[in-house]
C-alpha cells in the first residue's frame, strides 16, 4: 500500500479556449484537486477523471473538468483573460503621497 498508483494519459488534442490555443489531456486523478473536482471522499482505483486544457503560451491550465464513473463532474475554467500589459495606473504612486525617510546616511 501507499505506492504510486498508474496514471494511463490519453491526449485530448488541441482547441481554442477564450481565443487561445491549448492543448488537453484525461488522465485519471488520486489527488486532493482530483477528489474536490468530482466531488469524492475516497479515491479508488479508477474513480476519477481529470481532462485539463494546458495554454503553452501562458504556462497555465485554462480548463479542468474532474468526473467520476457515475457522471458527476466538477469543472474550473478560466475566463476574459486579458493578454495585454496592465495599465500604468496600477503602478502609479497615488496622488497626495508623501515618502519620508527617516534614516541617517
Given at each position: 500500500g501507499g505506492g504510486m498508483l498508474p496514471r494511463p494519459i490519453t491526449s485530448l488534442g488541441s482547441k481554442q479556449i477564450e481565443g487561445i490555443t491549448v492543448t488537453g489531456t484525461s488522465a485519471p486523478d488520486y489527488s486532493a484537486?482530483?477528489?474536490?473536482?468530482?466531488?469524492?471522499?475516497?479515491?479508488?482505483?479508477?474513480?476519477?477523471?481529470?481532462?485539463?486544457?494546458?495554454?503553452?503560451?501562458?504556462?497555465?491550465?485554462?480548463?479542468?473538468?474532474g468526473r467520476d464513473k457515475y457522471s458527476n463532474s466538477r469543472s474550473l475554467r478560466l475566463v476574459n483573460i486579458v493578454q495585454a500589459e496592465p495599465s500604468v495606473t496600477l503602478f502609479a504612486i497615488p496622488p497626495g503621497y508623501t515618502v519620508i525617510d527617516h534614516r541617517t546616511h
Open positions: 484537486l482530483g477528489l474536490i473536482l468530482a466531488g469524492i471522499r475516497r479515491p479508488f482505483p479508477g474513480s476519477i477523471t481529470i481532462d485539463s486544457w494546458f495554454a503553452a503560451d501562458l504556462k497555465v491550465v485554462l480548463s479542468m473538468e
